[in-house]
């Protein structure tokens, strides 16, 4: 896809919750790309820890690449906080939007190449996935935190038949078309079953899904979000968009 302003327009949606250690530094690995047009909002949930303070700072500095902060009055999920960052970055004028943990997780120098594969392809989403060949974990993850990310696949693929390597990744390049074609406004699903539900919805419109191989690292500073209440919505909503049928 060709744009007629020349670089796209790519919008970093990175939903924060006590991120105040790892933030500056996802913005530094960001500005290292040297990326025309790059764009970073920052979707902070009212972090107890200054963590919008942080981004409030860095968004008046005039930083390179330029920084946003939408702030959000409560903390009601990943999903929740993805809606809101990629329907603001919708009305900014994205053309481009890629949604990345601030947690160090996912390698920002894969990006470049999310970006190329969109520009160059058929695909409508680029997958980083850690499941394709050339793909990885860090060797350091907990050895039932890869049983359940395995299972986890195996499981939406088994159920929603998506034919996707990495069915739960959270890392992910989208043209903005897609997002408008699946109308991500109305995305229901929280936590981590809504990478999922927004992968159904783009292989239910015939979309094509991309991979490329990534490195996923454990995280740097701060605790894991995945809760007991997460780990059921993920079970339970392969089941309700295979019934639904709303995709």
């Known amino acids: 896809m060709t744009y007629p302003s020349g670089a796209p327009k790519t919008t970093v949606v990175v ?6 250690e790892n933030l500056p530094k996802l913005v530094g690995m960001l500005a290292d790309l040297k990326l025309e047009n790059l ?16 981004a409030d700072e860095m968004a008046e500095s005039g930083s390179t690449p330029p920084v946003s902060v939408l702030h959000r009055t409560e903390k009601n999920g990943l999903g929740r906080a ?12 994205a053309d481009i939007v890629v949604q990345m943990d601030a947690d160090l997780s996912h390698p920002a120098d894969v990006i470049p190449l999310m970006i190329r594969t969109l520009s160059e392809t058929d695909a409508a989403v680029v997958l980083g996935s850690r499941y394709v060949p050339g793909g990885a974990v860090a060797s ?3 050895w039932h ?21 990495d069915a739960t990744a959270g890392f992910k390049a989208w043209h903005a078309s897609t997002l408008r ?24 419109q015939g979309l094509e899904i991309a991979e490329v191989p990534i490195r996923f690292e454990e995280r ?3 605790e894991s979000k995945m809760s007991l209440s997460v780990q059921l919505e993920s079970a339970l909503v392969p089941w309700k968009l295979l019934m639904s049928r709303k995709g």
């Open 140 to 142: 350091d993850w907990p």
């Open 39 to 54: 764009h970073v909002l920052v979707v902070d949930d009212n972090s107890p820890d200054g963590t919008g303070k942080i």
């Open 181 to 204: 074609a699946i109308d991500v406004t109305s995305v229901e699903s929280n936590g981590y079953a809504f990478q999922v539900e927004m992968n159904y919805r783009t292989v239910r």
């Open 220 to 222: 740097n500073d701060g």
């Open 82 to 93: 993805y809606v809101a960052g990629m329907t603001r970055a919708l009305s900014d004028g």
């Open 15 to 20: 939903p924060t919750y006590n991120e105040r």
């Open 145 to 165: 935190r890869k049983a359940l990310s395995a299972w986890a696949n195996f499981y939406v693929n088994t159920i929603l038949r998506l034919k996707v390597k």
